[in-house]
Antibody, heavy 119, light 110 residues
Framework: QVQVVESGGGVVQPGGSLTLSCAAS????????IHWVRQAPGKGLEWVAF????????FYGDSVKGRFTISRDSSKNTLYLQMNSLRADDTAIYYC????????????WGQGTTVTVSS | QSALTQPASVSGSPGQSITISCTGTSSDVGGYNFVSWYQQHPGKAPKLMIN???NRPSGVSNRFSGSKSGNTASLTISGLQAEDEADYYC??????????FGGGTKLTVL
């Protein structure tokens, strides 16, 4: 079935790095944009990043610009989020979500992976 | 990037209708018909309920409807049911290739 599955979360010290993965299945990976969205504990949703399906353009939220890098590997049907210079306020559940191609909607969500930034 | 503005909470009794507002600017809600609404139950991933302001994806109950006027979008839930109790988030495309979410609204079914 159509699904996206996140992995790679964990505990990291402030200033550290972590790479998240989002494995897609059940649909043509190269035909879809996939977003990263995060949710801090007890807080609302925050859009993080997306890239065009051909990889030609990448877009980031202001709070992660310059620190996070989104990429994709079509041979593995996988989207990545490289996170550097992590801060305590990056602590969140990170979701990947497929763009439904109807006005930047997100129609398929993963279960999320938890990132905790703490010393 | 400032979030879209939603009421923190709304409530209603079973069978009633409620409306959740989502206010942005001409750079997002008012400038594009790219507003989506999501439902999130505790501990679960969000679920798409409305896209492109008023379109219901396949499988979403017709008790959910969306609309927009100027810089404010709205989600209406009619015939409230206990299972509708959840957090609701709006989102919109914003100028220069970004997406912005609302702060979320907690719906309580009394």
């Amino acid at each position: 079935q159509v699904q996206v599955v996140e992995s790679g979360g964990g505990v990291v010290q402030p200033g550290g790095s972590l790479t998240l993965s989002c494995a897609a299945s059940g649909f043509i990976f190269d035909s879809y944009v996939i977003h990263w969205v995060r949710q801090a504990p007890g807080k609302g949703l925050e859009w993080v990043a997306f890239m065009w399906s051909d990889g030609s353009q990448k877009f980031y939220g202001d709070s992660v610009k310059g620190r996070f890098t989104i990429s994709r590997d079509s041979s593995k049907n996988t989207l990545y989020l490289q996170m550097n210079s992590l801060r305590a306020d990056d602590t969140a559940i990170y979701y990947c979500a497929r763009d439904g191609q109807a006005g930047y909607d997100m129609d398929v969500w993963g279960q999320g992976t938890t990132v905790t930034v703490s010393s | 990037q400032s979030a879209l503005t939603q009421p923190a909470s709304v409530s209603g009794s079973p069978g009633q209708s409620i409306t959740i507002s989502c206010t942005g600017t001409s750079s997002d809600v008012g400038g594009y018909n790219f507003v989506s609404w999501y439902q999130q139950h505790p501990g679960k991933a969000p679920k798409l309920m409305i896209n492109e302001v008023s379109n219901r994806p396949s499988g979403v109950s017709n008790r959910f409807s969306g609309s927009k006027s100027g810089n404010t979008a709205s989600l209406t839930i009619s015939g409230l049911q206990a299972e509708d109790e959840a957090d609701y988030y709006c989102s919109s495309y914003r100028n220069a290739g970004s997406v912005v979410f609302g702060g979320g609204t907690k719906l309580t079914v009394l």
